[in-house]
């Protein structure tokens, strides 16, 4: 049997949620429809855990993991599969503005209001290097 792929996609709110879609080729194979390459997105999993409005969202390369960053000054870090909180990252002046993942999926940077980058590894506990 031939693997299908899915389509990951993330909204943040201003409630304080993610909200993580997905569209699978092997769902929208059955829909009828002439424009296959808009599929019908499905809601997967809403993330809950922060405190405050959600500012910025990025996924690893892989689509394994998701960050999030909230005004309420944490980042959080997802399972993208099952919707579960895998570590936070707490120790911002103000909150971020920017995630962004390396190429390999491995770092995670933080742009934030307090003009520094926190650097952290994924696979641990986000420990944090400030590079700026």
């Not at 389509?7 to 194979?29: C, I, P, R």
């Not at 500012?55 to 000054?73: I, P, Q, R, Y």
């Not at 770092?107 to 420990?127: C, E, F, N, R």
Request: include cysteine; proline fraction near 3%.
């Amino acid at each position: 049997m031939e693997e299908q792929s899915i389509t990951w996609f993330a909204s943040a709110s201003g409630d304080a949620t993610v909200k993580l879609w997905k569209a699978d080729e092997a769902v929208n194979d059955d829909v009828k429809r002439s424009d296959k390459e808009h599929p019908e997105y499905v809601l997967a999993h809403t993330l809950t855990g922060h405190q405050h409005k959600v500012t910025c969202v990025a996924f690893d390369v892989s689509k394994e993991l998701v960050a999030t960053g909230s005004a309420d000054k944490t980042v959080m870090l997802w399972k993208t599969e099952t919707g579960t909180l895998h570590a936070t990252m707490d120790d911002f002046k103000d909150g971020p503005l920017c995630l962004e993942f390396d190429t390999t999926g491995e770092m995670l940077a933080v742009a934030g209001w307090d003009t520094t980058i926190p650097v952290s590894y994924t696979h641990l506990t986000l420990p944090t290097k400030r590079i700026v």
